[in-house]
């Protein structure tokens, strides 16, 4: 039955892409009609790459963590996501995302469907002096990274294939909605006046909300928890994602412009604040600083500022920094592992991580850092833009976390979820996959 199925989409899309061939890929606009500035495109690409890595760099930093019969099979689900989720992008992800607005929470299907109008003598509304062609593959980055970071949660226990379609309809259903309430300006977030820069709630909260569903679906691992397989791997992976952060948090700006270098400053800073909180931590309270503590607090840094990264000042990204990393670091530490076993701790990190930073963006946004900020932050003595966001915060949660759960159970009952406990004692990189390291 699989065999036909795949057989089934293969074939679906064959046609799909022979059959759009013969139809307009843009607007009928001239092309030297429409003055596109040169260094905000050459920028554009290299955020695009920049963000991209940030997947295979993910692939690491989760590989690392896990036990050495997992390791490839953990890498995989990112790489994987790199692979299925740009396909679903240009069939019907990215018009889902940005097409015309349906009620403020969904975009038209068919207004991109297979990239129709999507091309480089056009722009998109809120990057105008960029292809739209460009635009378009920035945002597919963002939703190829979102599926990879739940997998870190139901990590060493998930059937492959199962995995591959709970992204699928993590896509359509959780992702795309979310993306349209936030950056499209016709979207729910968006006319509330809710701030996220690069994706707080886009990414980050529903990839841990997400992850919450998961591992308490799939239940706990079977035995004792693997030792780490590769540290350096972890490093390894730390340092990519960093180094394509900037291209997530800067190339939000859409532009080379000052912006950008504001994003890119604050992004750095909350991330070293953070790693450094993180293993104060854990000297005061009694551990050993460990390169995975520092890797981890880093990474948590990266995730709260992502929100705020256009938004704060440089002192407040410290702040968010350092507050984000003692919040997640206590959350991991008392996070209930016996009943609930988020194995890599995706929702203590990447969901509190961006909770952390969504409310923060209400206490320390600035005009005097963006222009586009209406409503400054608390400690500006205004208070609508804390609310809004702490209204975000609620509603993506319990949309993220309820819809994600129901994914789950609908993928199980379409194929099991679950590896049985031979396989899973056996590895996944065997049973999954007939590699091993």
């Excluded at 905000?40 to 692939?59: E, H, N, Q, S």
């Excluded at 980050?204 to 350096?232: C, D, E, V, Y």
Aim: one cysteine or more; hydrophobic letters at 55%.
């Amino acid at each position: 039955m699989r065999k036909i199925i795949l057989s089934v989409i293969l074939i679906t899309i064959l046609i799909l892409t022979f059959f759009s061939s013969f139809f307009l890929t843009e607007n009928p606009i001239s092309a030297q009609a429409v003055k596109f500035d040169t260094g905000d495109t050459a920028w554009m690409i290299v955020a695009t790459a920049l963000v991209l890595i940030m997947t295979p760099g993910l692939g690491f930093f989760y590989g690392g963590m896990v036990g050495k019969k997992n390791v490839i099979s953990t890498m995989l689900q990112s790489f994987m996501a790199m692979i299925i989720v740009t396909v679903l992008w240009v069939i019907v992800g990215f018009s889902l995302s940005f097409g015309t607005s349906i009620g403020g929470f969904i975009g038209n299907p068919a207004d991109f469907f297979m990239f129709r109008n999507v091309g480089i003598s056009t722009a998109w509304s809120a990057a105008p002096t960029i292809p739209l062609l460009l635009f378009a593959l920035f945002q597919a980055k963002f939703a190829i990274i979102t599926p990879a970071l739940i997998t870190g949660a139901f990590a060493e226990r998930i059937r492959f294939w199962a995995y591959l379609l709970f992204m699928v309809f993590f896509i359509l259903l959780v992702y795309a909605p979310l993306c349209h309430m936030t950056w499209h300006p016709e979207g729910f977030f968006a006319k509330m006046g809710v701030l996220d820069f690069a994706g707080g709630t886009v990414v980050h909260m529903s990839a841990g909300w997400a992850a919450l569903a998961g591992a308490m679906f799939l239940g706990k691992r079977k035995g004792q928890k693997s030792n780490p397989a590769r540290i350096t791997y972890v490093l390894l992976g730390t340092g990519l994602l960093w180094f394509g952060w900037f291209g997530f948090n800067a190339g939000s700006s859409l532009a080379a412009n000052g912006l950008a270098v504001q994003a890119l400053g604050t992004t750095t800073v909350a991330a070293a604040a953070a790693g450094m909180a993180w293993v104060f931590l854990d000297k005061i309270l009694g551990h050993k600083l460990s390169a995975m503590g520092a890797c981890i607090g880093a990474v948590v840094g990266l995730v709260a500022i992502t929100p705020a990264a256009g938004f704060v000042s440089i002192p407040s990204a410290m702040f968010i920094g350092i507050f984000s990393s003692i919040v997640s670091n206590f959350m991991v530490s008392k996070f209930p592992k016996g009943k609930i076993d988020d194995a890599l701790d995706v929702f203590a990190c990447h969901g509190v991580g961006g909770m952390t930073g969504m409310l923060l963006t209400g206490v320390f946004a600035s005009k005097a850092v963006n222009a586009a900020v209406v409503d400054q932050g608390l400690i500006f003595g205004e208070t609508k833009l804390f609310i809004h966001q702490s209204i975000a915060l609620v509603l993506v949660s319990v949309f993220a976390f309820s819809v994600s759960y129901f994914l789950f159970f609908i993928v199980n009952k379409i194929t099991p979820l679950r590896v049985s406990e031979d396989k899973e004692e056996l590895g996944l990189d065997i049973s999954q996959h007939g590699e091993y390291l």
